[in-house]
């Protein structure tokens, strides 16, 4: 009776708790047997996970952190807006296709990717690569986008645009990609290795008259501690005609993941309002 009695309270205490519990339980975000779906893009099968209700969210992550990387917006943005995450090709658990890694060709995939998911208007927030990619969605496929975030992003792969040690980076690990490649090493993906920083040694290319197509409006953000030269960051503000720009002091290219409550206070607050343009100037 004794045994019964403990046991009803306890089974009681977890039922009041019961928010408490859940909140603590970790969600594999990349790697949800539960959610994750397989969508064919192009020819490439690609891996996905939604979450969430409302506005549909679409993130598009960086270079080489798929679904997983986004595990503190997708908690947080999940709450309010349907979030869809989608490892891009090569990446994650997605077919990296017969055919290079080009930015263009991921933009083709997302824009597929919209149009098989049946959105009809989707916010979209894409950081690093990502952010390349959803500028190349704004200028080629602006039909559904509501509203953009971009952070990250250059539209060179020269040090234009990124600082030295970075173009000297992307330089070096592709050419290792390719020796270790051309010794037939198995111990790692190499061929996924060598077309990552081979497309960000040599795209994009992005110009001015390209970004002045582009009529969503769109946050521009970045760091003053990047990858990408501050002054770069403003050429794409200045060149698209419905920009915003958010230049974050005294953090990293990593943000996100670092100091992602400020990261997502800054992108909620820029979906959840109205564009801002010119009139506000003094």
């Known amino acids: 009776m004794k045994n019964k009695i403990i046991q ?123 952010g390349i990619i959803a500028i190349l969605l704004g200028i080629y496929y602006p039909e559904k986008i509501k509203k953009m975030v971009a952070f990250g992003a250059n539209m060179e792969p020269d040090s234009n645009a990124l600082y030295p040690n970075t ?19 198995t111990t790692k993906n190499w061929l996924i290795e060598q077309q990552r920083y081979r497309m960000m040694e040599f795209q994009p290319h992005i110009t001015a008259k390209d970004l002045q197509t582009i009529n969503v409006p769109i946050l521009v953000m970045s760091t003053d501690r990047d990858l990408i030269k501050e002054e770069h960051t403003l050429f794409i503000y200045k060149n698209i005609p419905k920009a915003n720009l958010c230049i974050v002091p005294n953090e990293k290219h990593g943000i996100a993941k670092l100091n992602p409550d400020l990261f997502n206070a800054i992108v909620d607050k820029y979906l959840s309002e109205s564009y801002k343009g010119n009139e506000f100037r003094y």
Not at 55 to 63: K, Q, S, Y
Not at 86 to 94: A, F, L
Request: aromatic share 10%.
């Open 8 to 130: 009803l309270i306890i089974a009681v205490l977890l039922l009041l708790n019961n928010g408490n519990v859940l909140a603590q339980v970790k969600i594999p975000y990349g790697d949800n047997k539960e959610v994750g779906k397989y969508v064919t893009l192009n020819g490439a099968k690609h891996y996905y996970e939604v979450y969430g209700n409302g506005t549909p969210l679409l993130l598009i992550h960086g270079n080489s952190t798929p679904t997983r990387g986004w595990a503190p917006q997708i908690k947080y943005f999940s709450k309010k807006y349907k979030v869809y995450s989608i490892d891009c090709r090569g990446r994650g658990k997605s077919e990296l296709g017969k055919d290079s890694l080009t930015y263009i060709q991921q933009a083709k995939d997302m824009a597929e990717f919209i149009k098989e998911m049946k959105l009809d208007s989707v916010y979209i927030v894409g950081k690093s690569d990502g």
């Open 167 to 185: 173009v000297i980076e992307c330089h070096d690990e592709r050419v290792k990609a390719d020796r270790i490649l051309a010794k037939g090493d």
